[in-house]
């Protein structure tokens, strides 16, 4: 058969049900292929959203997301999608088209060498140099992508090579003898940990997205429920804890409680699990956690003691990790009581400092209230996707997420323009789920385009717009380290969003009333196609708490 119609063969082997991509002149064998290839195409209106559609698609379902591009500007256009990936994780794999073997390195029309763009932030790429590859190559992608620490893969095949006829015959099993990532964890490091749990008087359980990845989040609550261990979570590692507990710190990091900074800062032992210590947690990394000896469990062994040292580093798979871990604790039988005086500590910070904001005199909404009544509106179980700023961590803070791959944001590129193709993605992986995305003016017209496919390829996502005019979070930061300078934030006027998303085929709607909310974004959701709802907010709200950049925890401000 064609290597073209092999590569359909070697997706559906994987599982693979859905595509997002855009045809050009060096895929188009690849898009013949997909005309009665028995695997669904969404044709997206930009490659940039192609590529966040297959993220959202991979986040919400935990399968890997699939996107194809031509050569050239195809190609380039996924390189934020491919970063993005990177650096939260997320099990993709890239197909691209690449000009004729004859014409690479001759800058012939539409050529560009993606594979020397991208190599540093895949985690593996091929280009394909002889078209009896392309099988092992499709299945290796996938494997590459879905285990260890997943991440995106990029396979480059040129056209003539993927108009070949090869003698295809199905690959049983990926022997990749140079990668065989640590999955079960030290035994002896295991026990380590439980023991210094048990001898912890100030302990923290710290987790990130890492436990969602792993599927991990059921064993996370078992490991908080061994004993009463506060637990906090990354922006990226919400949901795996349930918030509505009594152990949950609510999310630490730059925009996180006080209560979780507050512990962070003041702990013995923090056990980190799935997570990266990032500048947006660490704070001035010098200051971070002073008195605290560490943890770190973690798939990849990279992460171990890269930006704090570890004392017990176990690198393997959360979910086979945990359960371990959580057995070796139990039979330790330590005294609970020891943590009397820490949850005494922790509660005086909840009271003390609970999220707050000062709710407004008359109709006007505030940004927080949008997001509590959004949790209203939806009953709390919505997966809900965000672009990137003040709306994104308003919503973390928020909105209690109680189960895993029910929060989908970009967290360590924060790549503006994510939320909507996200939310495409995710409603395509979860048709039966309520999908919303949580958008900024200034984030949601970066990818508005997609709207269109929304509307033909009949995917009903509902779009929330945190409009205040202006790009919110860079006018907090000019506001607060910038004696209110404010350059180039103020969005203006344009557009009218209830006029483009009617232009688009969706509904729109424009809602200003505080007192009629929930109902209205209930009747929104209620919709049978997509809808784009306008929610006037406070224009220069801010999002607190806040630690400073290059601060410590304790230097928390609002």
Same mark, same amino acid.
């Given at each position: 058969?064609?290597?073209?119609?092999?590569?359909?063969?070697?997706?559906?082997?994987?599982?693979?049900?859905?595509?997002?991509?855009?045809?050009?002149?060096?895929?188009?064998?690849?898009?013949?292929? %997909?005309?009665?290839?028995?695997?669904?195409?969404?044709?997206?209106?930009?490659?940039?959203?192609?590529?966040?559609?297959?993220?959202?698609?991979?986040?919400?379902?935990?399968?890997?997301?699939?996107?194809?591009?031509?050569?050239?500007?195809?190609?380039?256009?996924?390189?934020?999608?491919?970063?993005?990936?990177?650096?939260?994780?997320?099990?993709?794999?890239?197909?691209?088209?690449?000009?004729?073997? $004859?014409?690479?390195?001759?800058?012939?029309?539409?050529?560009?060498?993606?594979?020397?763009?991208?190599?540093?932030?895949?985690?593996?790429?091929?280009?394909?140099?002889?078209?009896?590859?392309?099988?092992?190559?499709?299945?290796?992608?996938?494997?590459?992508?879905?285990?260890?620490?997943?991440?995106?893969?990029?396979?480059?095949?040129?056209?003539? %090579? &993927? +108009?070949?006829?090869?003698?295809?015959?199905?690959?049983? +099993?990926?022997?990749?003898?140079?990668?065989?990532?640590?999955?079960?964890?030290?035994?002896?490091?295991?026990?380590?940990?439980?023991?210094? %749990?048990?001898?912890?008087?100030?302990?923290?359980?710290?987790?990130?997205?890492?436990?969602?990845?792993?599927?991990?989040?059921?064993?996370?609550?078992?490991?908080?429920?061994?004993?009463?261990?506060?637990?906090?979570?990354?922006?990226?590692?919400?949901?795996?804890?349930?918030?509505?507990?009594?152990?949950?710190?609510?999310?630490?990091?730059?925009?996180?409680?006080?209560?979780?900074?507050?512990?962070?800062?003041?702990?013995?032992?923090?056990?980190?699990?799935?997570?990266?210590?990032?500048?947006?947690?660490?704070?001035?990394?010098?200051?971070?956690?002073?008195?605290?000896?560490?943890?770190?469990?973690?798939?990849?062994?990279?992460?171990?003691?890269?930006?704090?040292?570890?004392?017990?580093?176990?690198?393997?798979?959360?979910?086979?990790?945990?359960?371990?871990?959580?057995?070796?604790?139990?039979?330790?039988?330590?005294?609970?009581? +020891?943590?009397?005086?820490?949850?005494?500590?922790?509660?005086?910070?909840?009271?003390?400092?609970?999220?707050?904001?000062?709710?407004?005199?008359?109709?006007?909404?505030?940004?927080?209230?949008?997001?509590?009544? %959004?949790?209203?509106?939806?009953?709390?179980?919505?997966?809900?996707? &965000?672009?990137?700023?003040?709306?994104?961590?308003?919503?973390?803070?928020?909105?209690?997420?109680?189960?895993?791959?029910?929060?989908?944001?970009?967290?360590?590129?924060?790549?503006?323009?994510?939320?909507?193709?996200?939310?495409?993605?995710?409603?395509?992986?979860?048709?039966?789920?309520?999908?919303?995305?949580?958008?900024?003016?200034? &984030?949601?017209?970066?990818?508005?385009?997609?709207?269109?496919?929304?509307?033909?390829?009949?995917?009903?996502?509902?779009?929330?717009?945190?409009?205040?005019?202006?790009?919110?979070?860079?006018?907090?930061?000019?506001?607060?380290?910038?004696? +209110?300078?404010?350059?180039?934030?103020?969005?203006?006027?344009?557009?009218?969003?209830?006029?483009?998303?009617?232009?688009?085929?969706?509904?729109?709607?424009?809602?200003?009333?505080?007192?009629?909310?929930?109902?209205?974004?209930?009747?929104?959701?209620?919709?049978?196609?997509?809808?784009?709802? $306008?929610?006037?907010?406070?224009?220069?709200?801010?999002?607190?708490?806040?630690?400073?950049?290059?601060?410590?925890?304790?230097?928390?401000?609002?």
């Amino acid at each position: 058969m064609r290597a073209v119609d092999a590569i359909i063969e070697c997706l559906k082997a994987e599982g693979v049900e859905h595509v997002f991509g855009i045809p050009g002149g060096a895929n188009l064998p690849t898009y013949d292929a %997909l005309y009665d290839g028995g695997v669904r195409h969404i044709q997206c209106r930009h490659e940039q959203g192609a590529g966040h559609a297959a993220e959202g698609y991979a986040k919400a379902s935990g399968r890997v997301g699939v996107a194809l591009a031509t050569s050239g500007p195809g190609a380039t256009n996924l390189v934020t999608p491919i970063a993005d990936a990177m650096m939260d994780s997320v099990p993709t794999v890239f197909i691209t088209g690449q000009v004729r073997t $004859d014409l690479i390195g001759t800058d012939g029309f539409q050529e560009a060498d993606v594979s020397g763009i991208t190599l540093p932030i895949v985690k593996h790429s091929m280009m394909i140099q002889d078209p009896r590859e392309i099988p092992e190559a499709i299945h290796t992608a996938f494997h590459i992508a879905s285990t260890g620490r997943p991440g995106p893969v990029l396979v480059d095949v040129p056209q003539d %090579l &993927s +108009r070949a006829d090869i003698d295809y015959e199905p690959v049983d +099993r990926v022997n990749l003898p140079g990668y065989q990532p640590t999955t079960e964890g030290n035994a002896k490091q295991i026990r380590l940990a439980a023991k210094a %749990l048990a001898n912890a008087r100030r302990p923290v359980i710290y987790a990130g997205g890492g436990v969602i990845s792993a599927e991990a989040a059921k064993e996370l609550t078992e490991l908080g429920e061994s004993d009463r261990f506060p637990v906090t979570c990354t922006v990226m590692g919400l949901g795996a804890f349930p918030a509505p507990h009594d152990h949950w710190l609510g999310m630490l990091g730059m925009h996180g409680t006080r209560a979780a900074n507050y512990a962070m800062d003041e702990a013995d032992l923090i056990c980190c699990i799935g997570a990266r210590f990032d500048d947006r947690i660490t704070g001035k990394l010098s200051e971070f956690a002073p008195r605290a000896k560490f943890i770190h469990i973690d798939v990849d062994p990279a992460e171990i003691s890269k930006n704090v040292p570890a004392h017990i580093p176990i690198v393997g798979d959360a979910k086979k990790i945990l359960p371990k871990l959580t057995r070796e604790y139990r039979a330790l039988e330590s005294d609970s009581a +020891r943590l009397d005086g820490w949850w005494e500590r922790i509660r005086n910070w909840r009271d003390k400092h609970p999220l707050r904001y000062e709710d407004s005199v008359d109709s006007e909404i505030k940004p927080q209230w949008m997001i509590q009544a %959004l949790y209203q509106a939806t009953g709390g179980d919505a997966i809900v996707t &965000s672009d990137v700023g003040q709306h994104q961590m308003w919503t973390a803070q928020h909105y209690d997420f109680a189960k895993p791959r029910r929060w989908i944001n970009s967290g360590g590129l924060g790549t503006m323009g994510f939320g909507l193709p996200s939310a495409m993605g995710a409603k395509v992986a979860m048709p039966d789920e309520q999908v919303v995305c949580v958008a900024g003016d200034g &984030s949601l017209i970066m990818n508005v385009q997609e709207l269109a496919t929304c509307v033909t390829e009949e995917i009903p996502v509902k779009v929330m717009i945190m409009n205040n005019g202006y790009l919110g979070m860079v006018r907090q930061w000019q506001e607060l380290f910038w004696d +209110r300078r404010y350059s180039s934030v103020d969005m203006g006027s344009s557009p009218d969003w209830v006029k483009l998303a009617e232009a688009f085929g969706a509904k729109g709607v424009q809602l200003t009333q505080k007192e009629s909310l929930v109902d209205d974004m209930k009747e929104a959701l209620a919709e049978d196609g997509p809808v784009v709802v $306008d929610v006037r907010v406070t224009p220069e709200e801010n999002c607190y708490p806040m630690i400073p950049a290059g601060q410590a925890a304790r230097d928390m401000v609002g």
